[in-house]
């Protein structure tokens, strides 16, 4: 099993920063890969960043690319999406997940609005 921990949402104004961390537990010696979904209401829950395990390769949504960086702890058991010029438009729950042999894996979600 493996549980997975979020943290770090919160209200920002338009322009402004947060860091979300994600602290996975359990069998997690073979997890593939971690990264970072949202879900904005009324929407359905998309991928804004993944960070390989193995080899710490990233891959980003064009939403996202060069505001975003996911990143990985020196313990490997947490990944952290430092999110930068935050619009209104990435208002949304997001959420952590771990690939873990083909199973995946999510936390319970935290809040992020961008609002003046």
């Known amino acids: 099993q493996v549980q997975l921990v979020e943290s770090g949402g919160g209200l920002v104004q338009p322009g402004g920063s947060l860091r979300l961390s994600c602290v996975a537990s359990?069998?997690?010696?073979?997890?593939?890969?971690m990264g970072w979904y949202r879900q904005a209401p009324g929407k359905q829950r998309e991928s804004v960043a993944t960070?390989?395990?193995?080899?710490?390769?990233?891959n980003y949504s064009d939403s996202v690319s060069g505001r975003f960086t996911i990143s990985r702890g020196n313990a490997k058991n947490t990944v952290y999406l430092q999110m930068n010029s935050l619009k209104p438009e990435d208002t949304a729950v997001y959420y952590c997940?771990?690939?873990?042999?083909?199973?995946?894996?999510w936390g319970q979600g935290t809040q992020v609005t961008v609002s003046s």
């Open positions: 997940n771990g690939n873990l042999l083909g199973n995946y894996y």
């Open positions: 359990g069998t997690i010696f073979n997890m593939y890969a």
């Open positions: 960070i390989i395990t193995r080899d710490g390769s990233t």
